[in-house]
């Protein structure tokens, strides 16, 4: 499974498994280790807002965007460099916003709040998008949505283990990663599956599967902006928007 994902990915094997996105997020969030405070976006899914509460108490909330509809990378950039200080430890990211269907520019935005971690919550991107993924500190993300693995399988992937505290016995001690794969006995024929998910999509290419997507996803927003009693929350430009298709009927 870590040669498939790392094979699919294009990055080292430095992955820890988990159940869910949620678990990751725990996880990496209740581990963390920064200097700073910690900020999240007002878009964040409530897994992602509930760990930095367990773990911080407080943290700020900053917005990318008014109006997703009318989100652009460069307005959403600009958003993240400014809701960041001098004392931000990290800043928590969504991939591809559940509830409206924005896709942020992660790459940039990461670049342009350095030093401050970027963690992403890469649910609804991983597999729907082709983002290197080690332009990001750490990604969690569970497998079951677009990449199509089974139920109860995540990930989790760092370029900064060192940043990261382990606190589950882990049953795999190894490397970095390995050492923080929680211990006891998971659901391991889902997570074994993963790899035939992974070369799935390796075999089809992420560049052809994210172009596939978009292109369904934009002749659904197409049509959908025809029909006058509807109004498309997702924006229609592919650079912020991915598979999800938000939209609200009249009445």
């Known amino acids: 499974v870590l040669d498939a994902a790392a094979r699919y990915l294009d990055v080292p094997p430095a992955f820890a498994f988990t159940d869910s996105t949620t678990m990751g997020l725990g996880l990496v969030y209740g581990g963390i280790r920064i200097e700073g405070e910690p900020v999240a976006t007002e878009h964040d899914f409530y897994s992602t807002h509930e760990s930095l509460r367990l773990r911080f108490k407080d943290f700020r909330r900053i917005a990318l ?64 998008d082709d983002l290197p993924l080690d332009r990001v500190d750490v990604l969690v993300a569970g497998c079951h949505k677009w990449l199509g693995g089974p139920r109860g399988t995540g990930l989790v992937w760092s370029r900064a283990w060192d940043r990261l505290r382990p606190f589950i016995p882990t049953f795999h001690p190894g490397s970095p990663a390995a050492n923080w794969n929680p211990g006891g006995y998971h659901t391991f024929e889902h997570r074994w599956a993963l790899a035939e998910a992974f070369d799935f999509h390796h075999r089809i290419g992420r560049t052809k599967v994210t172009k596939r997507i978009q292109s369904l996803a934009t002749r659904l927003k197409e049509g959908l902006a025809e029909l006058r009693n509807v109004r498309l929350v997702t924006p229609m430009a592919e650079e912020v928007s991915a598979g999800i298709v938000c939209f609200e009927v009249e009445g």
């Open 65 to 128: 965007y008014d109006d997703p509809a009318r989100a652009t990378v460069s307005g959403m950039v600009a958003a993240a460099k400014a809701g960041v200080r001098d004392g931000t430890g990290l800043l928590a990211l969504t991939w591809v916003h559940s509830g409206t269907g924005v896709k942020i520019p992660v790459q940039e935005i990461a670049e342009a709040v350095r030093p401050a971690l970027a963690v992403v919550d890469g649910v609804h991107g991983l597999a729907a």
